[in-house]
């Protein structure tokens, strides 16, 4: 009973010290999206793909049984990367289930910030990229699926966390949503910089952390004035 009362605090203190920093990466999300706008080809095929899933989304029934797959399928790979075996896979329209030997909250938060189709894209526009490198069509492409396929990805998982989550009760819902939030601000960041190598990724995480060091800061001389 101490050790889950103690889990829970501990919890709750690591999200709450992580809010400047989901602060400043969102802040350095919004200073690369304002500093590529112009300069970047790719915000155009981007928001066509983007647009098209919109009008999927509103127009046709979801297809919550690719989510779904999506979902368990990171929960999957998660386990993999962190060593865990996985020991049952299910998936059907109205939910699925993933039985893992050890879990942790990266594999249990990992579907709500890991576009695992943007990254499937991704992996297949690669080896297109390969073989058709050079021809005009294979970028606009690439940029018009990630803009589809991120859409399915932010609008579905708003859907699914309409529904009380396992995954969030088990974790915390202050613990994961600050989690969830900074995941999915540092896949738009590094992605967002990368797509439009300006400022690049290294300039853009230099931004992040300039940014969330400056909030700290600001949170600090906020306590010392309060307490005194």
């Not at 829970?8 to 400043?24: D, E, F, H, I, K």
């Not at 368990?72 to 109205?94: D, I, P």
């Not at 579907?111 to 050079?134: A, D, E, K």
Request: with cysteine; glycine share 8%; net charge positive.
């Amino acid at each position: 009973m101490l050790s889950r009362w103690f889990r829970r605090v501990v919890r709750w203190v690591v999200a709450l010290l992580l809010l400047p920093v989901n602060m400043g990466v969102s802040w350095a999300v919004w200073d690369v999206a304002r500093s590529s706008v112009s300069a970047s080809p790719f915000w155009v095929p981007l928001l066509v793909g983007l647009g098209v899933w919109v009008v999927f989304y509103l127009q046709l029934p979801r297809p919550m049984w690719l989510y779904v797959l999506g979902h368990e399928l990171t929960h999957a790979v998660s386990a993999w990367m962190c060593g865990a075996r996985v020991q049952s896979f299910k998936v059907n329209s109205r939910g699925g289930e993933v039985r893992v030997n050890k879990s942790n909250a990266f594999i249990a938060l990992s579907p709500y910030f890991l576009p695992i189709y943007s990254i499937l894209w991704s992996l297949i526009m690669g080896l297109v990229h390969w073989r058709w490198g050079q021809a005009w069509w294979v970028m606009p492409l690439y940029q018009a699926g990630l803009g589809l396929t991120y859409g399915f990805h932010v609008t579905m998982t708003a859907v699914i966390l309409r529904i009380r989550q396992p995954d969030l009760v088990g974790e915390g819902f202050l613990f994961s949503g600050s989690l969830i939030w900074l995941g999915n601000a540092l896949m738009l960041l590094v992605g967002m910089a990368w797509l439009a190598d300006r400022p690049g990724v290294g300039t853009a995480l230099r931004w992040a952390t300039l940014h969330s060091g400056d909030l700290y800061r600001w949170s600090w001389l906020w306590v010392e004035q309060w307490i005194r």
